[in-house]
């Protein structure tokens, strides 16, 4: 490291010896000979501090959620922010608020973790692999786009980091299997940022599915967001333009741009490179049906009991149409059935309100977050208190942690958590095969969760999407 030019200096470190090449060099090796063990060569044993010892954490991708995060982790006195990581420098142009953008950037971050411990020490760096490379680091928050999570994740898991990746935990089926077998070989803590399934309505709707209080139960209505973006009053400005400079010093653009495809000229198009921006382009997100389907059919198949396995099918796809807007090309309508293999379909729609409907014999029950409208007979059940020894009791954080927390409690007590890689890659899953219907035009595929193919009419086409294609010289 010492060779690095950029060494020591927050605006442009990570831009020196460690090169693209020498790390996709590594990384591509040992996947290459990879059939059984992924990393083999130089896996690394997960980090445990010992109980008293300290988490170095450190934050990748300082934006409108990796504050959330950082501020939540923060509050923990077992957990250090060491290091902060991003391509921009700086920027007020975060958040879900017009009128209240927040900082985001390294630099910012570096001053909200140096200013709540009181110091200098947090490393502000540019490329993610000096995180990767630096021992001290015992575990990541990424906070990046889609398009990074699964390089960034593989990378740090062989080095025996452990992982809080945001969802959607994969860009793509392929990246999801590569990240579950890297967790499982380097035995890490892995906490996808489903943070829904640590919120007591959602445990406790699924516990009432689980446990058929809603009697016999087939059919949910859920409901995601539409709109083809840009959302959140954010610019609709299409202008192509040259990388703004907050990315300075050259170089740093790719650092975002990463494994994404390209536009023409490698240009900086303001809809769908800004903040936030980048979900409603294919590039770099999977629209809608990712977004906000990592949450709730994450919640569908905890209620289900199928979250680690899937649909059998998706059926009467119908939507506004893949690439109708050349930026913004997910769809902004749409509407489709999960059918799972105990004949349960899930009804999937921008229509219903935001949240799941299941429809039971005596009754519906509508979660959504901060909410839980239940059936006059099951008013006077709160908590999941009164569930029978016998009962199905999910998982349930320790008391007063939230899904951060819980994260650094499986670390320390290196037990399962809310929300393993395995759990986070088949919800995730489900919602690329969706994503697969739209890109076809299909109103169809049938798949098989055990062999994570699909099958029938249409398969080679749909398979051969299931392989995520990274540019620009990027291989996981
Ligand atoms: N759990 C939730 O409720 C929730 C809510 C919002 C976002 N998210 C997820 O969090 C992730 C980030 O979303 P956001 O809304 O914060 O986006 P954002 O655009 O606000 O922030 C992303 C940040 O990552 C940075 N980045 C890009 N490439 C990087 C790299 N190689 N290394 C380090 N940083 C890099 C960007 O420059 C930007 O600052 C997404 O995966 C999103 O789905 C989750």
């Not at 090796?29 to 997960?46: I, P, Q």
């Not at 950082?70 to 958040?95: N, Q, S, T």
């Not at 590569?178 to 399934?197: C, D, N, P, Y």
């Not at 994503?435 to 051969?464: H, M, Q, V, Y």
Request: aromatic content about 10%; proline content about 5%; overall charge neutral.
């Amino acid at each position: 490291m010492q060779d690095n030019p950029h060494a020591g200096n927050p605006r442009t470190q990570g831009l020196g010896n460690t090169t693209r090449r020498a790390f996709i060099g590594a990384g591509a090796t040992a996947f290459l000979f990879g059939g059984r063990c992924l990393f083999g060569a130089d896996a690394a044993t997960a980090h445990r501090p010992k109980p008293s010892g300290r988490v170095n954490l450190a934050v990748i991708g300082c934006g409108t959620m990796g504050r959330g995060d950082m501020l939540a982790f923060m509050k923990d006195p077992r957990v250090r922010i060491a290091a902060v990581c991003d391509p921009v420098g700086e920027l007020r142009d975060y958040g879900y608020s017009p009128r209240r953008r927040s900082w985001g950037g390294r630099l910012a971050f570096k001053r909200l973790a140096d200013a709540h411990y009181k110091d200098n020490a947090c490393r502000a760096v540019v490329d993610f692999r000096e995180i990767v490379d630096d021992p001290s680091i015992d575990a990541v928050c990424i906070t990046t786009p889609d398009h990074w999570h699964a390089l960034i994740a593989i990378a740090c898991m062989k080095k025996g980091k452990h992982v809080y990746c945001q969802k959607p935990m994969s860009f793509g089926v392929s990246e999801g299997i590569a990240m579950v077998r890297a967790a499982k070989e380097h035995g890490v803590t892995f906490q996808v940022g489903s943070q829904q399934r640590n919120a007591s309505e959602f445990r406790i709707a699924a516990e009432w599915i689980r446990n058929g209080y809603l009697g016999e139960c087939m059919e949910c209505e859920v409901g995601l967001p539409g709109g083809r973006g840009p959302y959140w009053g954010y610019s609709g400005d299409r202008t192509p333009r040259k990388a703004p400079g907050y990315f300075a010093p050259d170089g740093t653009w790719d650092m975002w741009q990463g494994p994404a495809e390209h536009h023409e000229g490698n240009v900086f198009i303001p809809v769908i490179h800004g903040p936030m921006c980048w979900r409603s382009n294919s590039r770099t997100g999977g629209g809608m049906i990712t977004d906000w389907g990592a949450h709730h059919i994450d919640i569908l198949h905890w209620a289900l009991g199928v979250e680690r396995s899937g649909p059998v099918a998706v059926e009467n796809f119908k939507s506004d149409g893949f690439g109708a807007d050349p930026l913004l090309d997910w769809a902004g309508e749409y509407s489709f059935d999960f059918v799972y293999a105990n004949g349960f379909r899930a009804h999937v729609s921008n229509r219903y309100a935001n949240g799941l409907r299941f429809k039971g014999k005596k009754g519906d029950l509508f979660v959504a977050r901060g909410r839980l409208d239940r059936p006059d007979f099951l008013k006077k059940w709160d908590e999941g208190r009164d569930l029978g020894a016998n009962e199905v009791h999910l998982y349930k954080a320790a008391a007063g942690h939230n899904h951060e927390l819980d994260f650094i409690d499986g670390i320390f007590e290196n037990r399962p958590i809310a929300t393993d890689c395995e759990i986070g890659h088949r919800s995730i899953s489900a919602c690329h095969i969706a994503n697969i219907c739209e890109r076809l035009g299909l109103s169809a595929l049938k798949w098989d969760p055990s062999a994570e193919r699909f099958t029938g009419a249409n398969a080679d086409d749909a398979n051969a999407l299931l392989e995520v294609k990274h540019h620009n010289g990027w291989k996981l």
